[in-house]
């Protein structure tokens, strides 16, 4: 089967009302299995350290608004790989928005639109696709997300007291990602055509490995 046709497969199934994550063509009950791991690099606007992330709300303000990457180093949606690609998802006013690389094939996007809905089920997340050329770098003492034309953010890890080695937070509770390095943003700016829109600077930021599946319990909330 050629790649266009399965995706639109995927999306025709999706807008029939099909369970997230399922097979095209089977019923509702017989999911798709997909696995995807690798590196997710965040940032908020809360202060250092997030408090949502100790089962806390937001500080210093009422709210906690978010941008984030999912960099997959090995990943797959049945037998279809998605290495080397990313998702990334925006929020803040108004709504949250997921992001698929644009270097994504269509039979890879359409896969890609359904681990991103089921990632995200635990959010107000309404289905509100954007295509994007996402950028993730990774370093030795910081970290760059941007998504195409709508910004991103810059962030450096916070060093712990031998002066060499990054603050790491285990179990948190908001990244289902067993060690999260703790960071700190030099350049937070994002903003989308939904009414979305941050700009700010020294916020809360998270870096951690993440081993998903679709029978993963809880990916974020």
Same mark, same amino acid.
């Given at each position: 089967?050629?790649?266009?046709? @399965? #995706? %639109?497969? !995927? =999306?025709?199934?999706?807008? &029939?009302?099909? $369970?997230?994550?399922?097979k095209?063509?089977?019923? *509702?009950?017989?999911?798709?299995?997909?696995?995807?791991?690798?590196t997710?690099?965040?940032?908020?606007?809360?202060?250092?350290?997030?408090?949502?992330?100790?089962?806390?709300?937001?500080?210093?303000?009422?709210?906690c608004?978010?941008?984030?990457?999912?960099?997959?180093?090995?990943?797959?949606?049945?037998?279809?790989k998605?290495?080397?690609?990313?998702?990334?998802?925006?929020?803040?006013?108004?709504?949250?928005?997921?992001?698929?690389?644009?270097?994504a094939?269509?039979?890879?996007? @359409? #896969? %890609?639109? !359904? =681990?991103?809905?089921?990632? &995200?089920?635990? $959010?107000?997340?309404?289905?509100?696709f954007?295509? *994007?050329?996402?950028?993730?770098?990774?370093?030795?003492?910081?970290?760059?997300?941007?998504?195409?034309?709508?910004?991103?953010?810059?962030?450096?890890?916070?060093?712990?007291?031998?002066?060499?080695?990054?603050?790491?937070?285990?179990?948190?509770?908001?990244?289902?990602?067993?060690?999260?390095?703790?960071?700190?943003?030099?350049?937070?700016?994002?903003?989308?055509?939904?009414?979305?829109?941050?700009?700010?600077?020294?916020?809360?930021?998270?870096q951690?490995?993440?081993?998903?599946?679709?029978?993963?319990?809880?990916?974020?909330?």
């Open positions: 089967m050629g790649e266009w046709r @399965a #995706a %639109l497969l !995927v =999306i025709t199934f999706l807008a &029939l009302g099909g $369970t997230a994550g399922a095209p063509g089977a019923p *509702a009950t017989a999911a798709t299995h997909w696995e995807i791991a690798g997710l690099t965040e940032a908020c606007t809360c202060a250092v350290p997030c408090t949502c992330n100790f089962g806390e709300g937001p500080s210093p303000h009422h709210y608004w978010t941008v984030f990457s999912l960099r997959i180093d090995k990943g797959r949606y049945g037998d279809l998605l290495d080397s690609l990313h998702l990334a998802v925006g929020h803040a006013q108004k709504m949250w928005v997921a992001y698929i690389d644009d270097r094939s269509p039979a890879q996007s @359409a #896969a %890609l639109r !359904v =681990i991103a809905t089921r990632v &995200l089920k635990d $959010t107000p997340f309404r289905g509100q954007e295509t *994007a050329h996402i950028t993730q770098e990774i370093g030795d003492r910081s970290a760059r997300v941007q998504i195409g034309k709508y910004g991103g953010f810059e962030t450096n890890y916070i060093i712990g007291l031998d002066r060499k080695t990054p603050v790491v937070v285990e179990n948190n509770t908001t990244f289902n990602i067993p060690r999260s390095t703790k960071t700190k943003t030099s350049s937070f700016r994002y903003q989308d055509a939904h009414g979305n829109d941050i700009d700010t600077a020294a916020t809360n930021g998270n951690g490995k993440f081993d998903w599946t679709d029978r993963t319990p809880a990916y974020l909330k």
